[in-house]
């Protein structure tokens, strides 16, 4: 029997870039898992990158890491985040992923010598990666966010693809939301529907009329500016959501609710609207609006430049200060320019996140010894972790010069280093320690303690390690190494420093697994420390 095709959900874009595409389809989603049904979230990015693995944050942002040890788009994030779930590599693949691998099908002489184009070859590839993991997965619905702009290059295979899928699924199956903006002229202030009007102009030129239009706005508008955009765009005024800025994002679907978009998708799609369960959803976002005391969080990297880069640690710090029964004032620190210790007084709590390169890491070090010395709370991630360890090294060990080989590949005290079996690699993309790993916690550990269990599972994203040679060392001058690799006892994976009120490192990726409704122990400890030092 053939599998039962799912129904297929098309979130786009238009007019500009960074509207809330991601955090649009994020809310969506949420909203039907909440009416009960299983959903598979895709992100469909049209670079030629074959991941995201070797972008830089100053253009695009995080990379985000699967349990499976894909170096995705950030947008994975905001569907983990919203959904409660961990995904995998079949919810995000590129245009360079689809070309190569239609090009070594070729190779391998797949096609019979046919000749090989865009259509129907490529848009092939592009609907088999939406449907075949769906009905492998047993879902129920499929969110596919098509990235980029309507009227881009790049987006068109994927739009066409979306179009084919329309006709072959039938319209009943398969539903279009647009997300737009209106524009303000200045100074006046007055609302101009034109852009939205061009931007569906467009999508219709592919081929796709919009089910929906998610407007983004500053407030929203009246009656004669919804029939002014239902009469220009043919979509029905009760499909035309207002979409104003939210004071979190977690009240986004809560706000699409109160427009009843969940039901009319559900309708449109002839698909029963079944009870809906957000109670928890509308108790923390209750709770997040009566907090009234706040902590001051330094977050100390080097893409401070651009504000995804350090997108997931930002959440996660917000996730654990709503457990905390705190508001987080993030203060993002450059660590190469700023002045670190005259910013360092005004912190809480310091957070150094993870990254690559030698840039900005004697900033770094500066914000650990602080935070060491005067007792500050302190949560090292990744990069973090491996700057505290040089820190301790270098201040408490009397190894004046340790260093990462990373960053100076002559040090005499080299307690960062790269894995032996990284040495040889030539290609970034794709060779690092990747993804999920088990780590065993030590009992009596303020980590094992946080975690309330013996083993757990981290993601991570890194080829340096501390140096085997320097363990002794380092445990001798009091510093714990209180998490090891499950398999392989040379990796160490967590640090802390007993004495101090929170001082814990992890060489894993935390941030990637934490959660609105379930925030990460890491993060709540170091926030209920600095709630305690406030």
């Given amino acids: 029997m053939k599998a039962r095709r799912p129904k297929i959900i098309f979130v786009t874009g238009g007019v500009i870039s960074g509207i809330g595409k991601g955090a649009s389809a994020a809310s969506i989603s949420s909203l039907l898992k909440s009416r009960g049904y299983k959903i598979f979230p895709v992100k469909m990015d049209p670079y030629l990158n074959k991941d995201a693995g070797t972008m830089n944050p100053y253009q695009h942002g995080e990379v985000f890491v699967t349990d499976d040890g894909a170096e995705t788009d950030l947008d994975l994030g905001h569907y983990e985040r919203f959904l ?38 490529v848009t092939d590839e592009i609907k088999r990666r939406i449907v075949k993991p769906a009905e492998d997965k047993k879902a129920d619905i499929v969110v596919v966010e098509i990235g980029g702009t309507v009227g881009d290059i790049e987006e068109e295979p994927f739009l066409e693809a979306a179009r084919q899928l329309s006709g072959e699924c039938g319209e009943e199956n398969v539903s279009f939301i647009h997300v737009v903006k ?19 102009k467009l999508l219709r030129e592919a081929g796709i009329h919009p089910n929906f239009l998610i407007v983004r706005c500053k407030q929203e508008f009246d009656g004669d500016i919804r029939s002014k955009i239902a009469m220009f765009t043919n979509v029905r005024p009760d499909h035309i959501i207002e979409a104003p800025n939210a004071s979190s994002i977690y009240e986004v679907p809560l706000n699409f609710r109160k427009k009843r978009l969940d039901e009319n998708i559900l309708k449109s799609l002839r698909l029963p609207v079944k009870r809906l369960d957000i109670a928890l959803l509308q108790r923390k976002v209750r709770k997040l609006r009566r907090i009234a005391k706040s902590v001051n969080i330094g977050l100390v990297g080097k893409y401070v430049m651009n504000p995804d880069a350090y997108l997931s640690v930002v959440e996660a710090i917000k996730h654990a200060a709503l457990a905390a029964g705190v508001k987080a004032n993030i203060i993002q620190v450059d660590s190469e320019k700023d002045n670190i210790i005259g910013k360092m007084k005004d912190f809480d709590g310091i957070v150094v996140p993870g990254g690559f390169g030698k840039r900005g890491i004697e900033g770094k070090i500066k914000a650990v010894k602080y935070a060491r010395e005067n007792k500050v709370p302190f949560l090292g991630l990744c990069l973090g972790f491996q700057v505290a360890v040089i820190e301790y090294a270098r201040h408490v060990c009397g190894l004046t010069r340790a260093n990462s080989t990373e ?27 990747l993804g999920a790993w088990d780590m065993e916690l030590v009992k009596g550990t303020k980590a094992r303690d946080l975690y309330g269990k013996d083993v757990v599972s981290e993601r991570h994203r890194h080829r ?23 398999d392989d006892d040379r990796l160490a994976d967590m640090i802390e420093i007993p004495s101090h009120p929170f001082f814990v490192g992890t060489q894993a990726h935390p941030e990637f697994k934490s959660r609105f409704l379930v925030p990460h122990p890491l993060f709540v400890g170091l926030l209920k420390a600095a709630a305690r030092k406030k």
Avoid at 474 to 481: A, C, D, I, R
Wanted: aromatic share 10%; net charge negative.
């Fill in 407 to 433: 960053f100076d590949p002559r040090t005499p005290n080299p307690a960062i280093d790269i894995m032996p079996s990284q040495k040889n690699v030539k290609d970034l993309g794709g060779t690092m320690r």
């Fill in 84 to 121: 409660n779930m961990n995904l995998d590599r079949y919810s995000n693949f590129t245009t360079g992923s689809v070309y190569a691998h239609v090009i070594d099908l070729e190779r391998h002489g797949d096609f019979l010598g046919k000749t090989i184009q865009i259509i129907p070859h």
């Fill in 464 to 486: 340096y390690e501390v140096n085997p040679e320097y363990h002794d060392v380092l445990e001798k001058n009091g510093l714990v190494f209180s998490g090891w690799a499950k």
């Fill in 182 to 200: 209106i524009d303000y002229v200045f100074p006046s202030e007055e609302e101009k529907t034109k852009p939205i009007q061009q931007s569906v």
